[in-house]
């Protein structure tokens, strides 16, 4: 994690990395994307299941966006947050067409959802522990008042439960302009966002009718946060067998004492 991506990160609770993704990167992923969504549903590898503009499992369809798990861009911020110490648990491609969010998606983050107790944003040796983060990397561009992402950026750190109301009085009929406090994050083709999951975030309405939402939506942890609901994988059989073998070790959970062989390494290639 360079010094710039530390101050952004901790000032703000997320991240737009800009042009991560080469233009072969970039080409292979959205490629592989047309191609899930040119399958029949009934025809998807096993495992991965559509619903509402956005495939479970996705990032398992192809090994280009299996592959963007471990990117060198992101991969050292993975490390960080975690202390060296990932879980990848979850992995899901969106394609939302102009159908889709036509409503609000409602603010929330993880501190309201499950509890101020079940997430850890600190700093310590100059470092940015994190044990809840999430990493969407983009194959089409966004535009200013397209819609999509929308961050209170600071909240990760907030002190003080957000007022009900205070943003959106009435999701059904939203204001034309943004409350000043908030940022609409506007991601183009081949950028990545990190982003908190202590960040307040949610969706604004989706404007162009010609143009789609089309991102993966990564999850990490901490390798010792065991949110497995008895399960060890975090996926089904059938997806975890066509893992590679780094893919698989990136999700496991582990003690907290262990290192990973992956994380090992500042380089990791999926194979
Ligand atoms: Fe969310």
């Not at 993704?21 to 040119?38: F, G, M, P």
């Not at 044990?131 to 209170?152: K, M, Q, R, S, T």
């Not at 975090?234 to 893992?243: A, C, I, N, S, T």
Request: charged share 25%.
């Amino acid at each position: 994690m360079t010094p710039k991506q530390r101050y952004l990160f901790d000032l703000t609770g997320y991240i737009h990395l800009k042009n991560v993704l080469s233009d072969e990167e970039l080409q292979n992923a959205q490629d592989a994307v047309e191609r899930c969504v040119q399958t029949p549903q009934d025809e998807l590898p096993p495992g991965i299941s559509y619903g509402g503009g956005g495939y479970s499992n996705g990032f398992s369809f192809d090994k280009s966006l299996e592959a963007l798990t471990l990117h060198p861009k992101t991969w050292p911020i993975v490390k960080e947050l975690t202390d060296n110490k990932p879980r990848f648990n979850r992995g899901s491609l969106v394609a939302k067409g102009p159908e889709h969010d036509q409503v609000i998606g409602k603010l929330h983050c993880a501190r309201e959802d499950c509890g101020w107790q079940t997430r850890r944003y600190d700093v310590r040796d100059g470092q940015v522990h994190c044990n809840d983060f999430v990493v969407f990397f983009y194959f089409a561009d966004v535009h200013p008042g397209d819609g999509g992402l929308v961050v209170l950026p600071g909240s990760h750190k907030a002190n003080f439960e957000r007022p009900e109301g205070i943003f959106f009085p009435d999701p059904e009929d939203p204001p034309d302009e943004l409350h000043p406090a908030l940022v609409n994050v506007t991601a183009r083709a081949g950028d990545a966002i990190v982003l908190s999951e202590l960040l307040t975030h949610g969706v604004l309405i989706w404007k162009p009718k010609e143009r789609y939402r089309r991102f993966l939506i990564l999850r990490y942890k901490t390798q010792f946060f065991q949110d497995t609901r008895g399960h060890r994988d975090p996926f089904p059989p059938e997806v975890m067998e066509r893992l590679s073998p780094e893919t698989r070790e990136l999700s496991q959970p582990a003690s907290y004492t262990h290192i990973k062989d992956i994380a090992k390494s500042e380089h990791v290639r999926v194979t």
